[in-house]
Structures are given as C-alpha cells and as structure tokens.
C-alpha cells in the first residue's frame, strides 16, 4: 500500500485500476475500437449527494503522469454506464472477512453501452447507445483492494440495428469487466471499508526517513497531499482558535505549522467537519499518521455541495449566515474519566458566521469566524452535576484552512479543472 503507486485521472479524480472490459465478441470490440488494455477507468459523479449514482467503466489504452504526478488516460470511444449505482454501494457490498455477494439490476433503467464524443477541447459529452437488460455484479476485499466483477446482457432491440447498421449490432449480446481497486485507491477515494486494510497483512509502516510534514509542498502535485492512513481523512494546512480559549490544550503540536483535518458529510448529506491534528508523522508509504483532536468545528449550511455549484464558474464567494442550522464546535473538557467518556466533550451552536472561499495558487482558501451560542442547558448542567464543571463557554471563533490544488482533484471537485487559471 502506497500513495504514490494509485493513479488518478488529472482533471476529474477518476481512478485507473487494473481490470478488464469485455464486450460482445472480439469482432465486435474490433468494431468498437476497443484496444488490448489490462486498465480501466471508473467514471461516477463527483460528489455522493449531487445528481443521481452512475458508474461508468471505460477501457484504458495507455497512461502517463503529468508533472503534478497525476495521470493522463487514453480512453477508448466505448464504455458501460450502471444507473443507480455509485462505487461506494460496490464498497459496502461485502464488507471486508465475509464472503462475495452479489447484487442483480435489470429493466429500463439499468444502464446503457455509452459512447464519448468530443464536443471542444477537453470537454466531451456521453451518449446512450444500447440498453442494458440486466447484469450481477459481485464484490470482494482481497489482499490487492476490492475485486470487482460485472456481467450481463445488453437488451433485445430492432431499433438500434436501423440507425447504426449491422456490425454495431450489440442486440441481446453478453458483456463483462473485471478490476481490483487498490488500498491505496480506496483511501485516497474515501471508500467505508479502506481502514481494513490492516486484515488483510498490510501494517502501519515505518516513518519515513526522507519525508517531513515541515517540507514546503507543492499544492498541485499529487505526491504532496497528506492524508491519515487507517482514517482517510486529508490533513492541511489550517487551524482553529477560540476566544476565550479553553483550559484544556488544544493542540500539542511540535510542528511550526499548524494542521487540520477534513472531513465530508460524516453525519449529514452536505456537512463539512474540520478537526485540528497534531505531531504528523509521515510514513514510507507517503500516508501519515497523527495525534488525535481536541477541537471539531462544522459547517452545516454551506457544505460540499454548496461549494461545487458557487465555485464552478467563479473564483470567490462571501456569505453571512445566522441561524440554527449554520454550524457547531465540539471542544474537550479537560476531565475525562477515561476513553470514550460522553462528559470528555462538550458542543456549542455557531450562532453567526462570516465565511469566504477563495480560489488561488495554492487551492481553496476557507475562513470563517463568528459568534457561537452558549451552552445547551441540560447539557451543561449534567457535567456541573457528575464533574463539577467550571467550563464557560466560548464566545467567538476562527477557521482558517486550505485545500490544496491537489486535493481537490484526488477528491473528485467539479471545479479542480480550473487550476490551469491559476
């Protein structure tokens, strides 16, 4: 398992993993143009809660990395398209120890043979072809990644054959693919089940003698982005501060710079959930390990979502927010009885917040900084009856944080394109 072995698509995210697509016979791919290939790219909506799950899987002729360290892909015209499905439904198929299972989809809406016209530059456009009747997919975690297999038929039609002709007629024929994505991929992706890693022999690892948090990194290439390995959470450059501050520490960090962690839709479709972090260690596998939080701060209103439609067609947005809904900060009291306590955190609501995203040569600049509200009641009240609390609550708070070029395209952004304007 290593960061630098998984291979993303440069301006989309798309992950190229090793696999197979098979459709009709070999005439018939001949006539499709589908070239001897032993990679695929998975194709699917850039974000979980925007537009409805498709998977497309599309043959890989040939690969380069750019100078950024992500990857360029040859494409063949032909791919499959799986409606209704996301490739996180395929993750959670099997979860990691049991035994292969299999879903089976069919009828007017199962998916279709796709075709990929160019329509501009760089911009391309997918069109139906020839409907799906029904297919099984299975899914398995193995030692690799995720073994993945699909097969089916597509449907019995006469109309297709007039419009197309006979040597594109693909009417009631057979297709299948076969492709593994890696740990790494599944890390990198976010995938449930990516923190099993460890059943399947792969360790920690050793931190690495070459690589340090400290280092001026490059926010657009590929090798420079810090994510948490066993959590997959990415780790930038950012922090959060309260004033008052709490009593309790909230950041043992050894580092002259300062760090959070990112986290998308953990407990909603839209939120964003940021976390400060702490003595980073960089691990030969380019992952890092790092200490626990003391501090969570999220954005409820304006999250993933949000972010992709306002920044798609312009560099900046500023917007204040009141309201229950805006957001909350989680801090630690100080007085834990141990591990897992309920009473070793403490909640407060974002009452107001000034928040602004930028778009820049290092990425996505986010800051935010408003009034929060006091205490819940009852909350605070059971911890000055079991801990004899003598916590006041915070009155403001800061968010700075940037996510990197880079990270915005291995995370799949419908904006990380823009980065050639930068």
């Known amino acids: ?5 998984a291979q993303l698509e440069h301006t989309t995210g798309f992950p190229i993993i090793p696999g197979r697509l098979s459709i009709g016979s070999q005439a018939d791919e001949m006539n499709l143009g589908i070239a001897k290939h032993d990679r695929v790219l998975l194709s699917f909506p850039t974000w979980r809660g925007i537009g409805p799950p498709s998977t497309g899987v ?5 690969v380069t990395r750019d100078e950024h360290g992500f990857c360029e892909a040859t494409l063949g015209d032909f791919g499959l398209a799986f409606s209704a499905l996301s490739p996180w439904d395929i993750g959670d198929l099997s979860p990691p120890g049991e035994v292969r299972r299999s879903l089976i989809r069919g009828g007017a809406h ?16 997918e069109k139906p072809f020839m409907p799906i009747h029904a297919y099984e ?9 995720l073994h993945v297999a699909i097969s089916g038929r597509f449907a019995v039609t006469d109309d297709r054959i007039a419009k197309v002709g006979k040597e594109l007629d693909f009417s009631g024929k057979e297709f299948s693919a076969e492709a593994t994505i890696p740990w790494e991929t599944l890390s990198l992706k976010d995938f449930r089940f990516a923190v099993a890693y460890w059943k399947f022999g792969h360790g920690v690892g050793s931190p690495s003698k070459l690589d340090s948090v400290n280092r001026p990194r ?3 290439k590929f090798q420079d982005l810090i994510i948490e390995q066993g959590g997959n959470s990415p780790i930038l450059k950012g922090h959060i501060s309260f004033t008052p501050e709490t009593v309790w520490p909230w950041s043992r960090a050894r580092s002259p710079l300062r760090f959070l962690k990112i986290q998308f839709g953990s407990s909603g479709p839209d939120a964003i959930h940021f976390s400060d972090t702490s003595d980073i260690v960089m691990l030969e596998s380019g992952f890092a390990m790092n200490h626990g939080s003391n501090r969570w701060l999220t954005l409820g209103i304006l999250g993933r979502s949000g972010l992709e439609k306002e920044l798609r067609d312009r560099d900046a947005l500023s917007m204040q927010l009141a309201g229950d809904a805006v957001g909350s900060v989680r801090y630690t009291t100080g007085y834990p009885d141990g591990p897992g ?5 403490i909640g407060q609501k974002i009452r107001t917040m000034s928040l602004s995203a930028i778009l820049g040569n290092d990425g996505l600049q986010i800051s935010a900084e408003g009034e929060l509200e006091d205490f819940e009641q009852a909350e605070i009240a059971r911890h000055r009856e079991q801990r004899k609390s003598q916590l006041k609550p915070v009155r403001n708070y800061v968010l700075e944080a940037t996510l990197p070029w880079s990270l915005l395209a291995a995370r799949g952004f419908s904006f990380a394109y823009r980065v050639r304007q930068f």
């Not at 599309?58 to 040939?62: E, F, N």
Request: glycine fraction near 10%; hydrophobic fraction near 40%.
């Open 110 to 125: 199962a998916g279709s043979l796709i075709k990929r016209e160019r329509i501009a530059d760089r911009i391309w456009i």
């Open 137 to 145: 997919l299975s899914a398995l975690y193995g030692s690799d990644g």
């Open 218 to 220: 490059d926010p657009r």
């Open 341 to 345: 306590d309920p009473l070793g955190w």
């Open 1 to 5: 398992m290593n960061l630098s072995d």
């Open 58 to 62: 599309w043959p890989v002729t040939d």
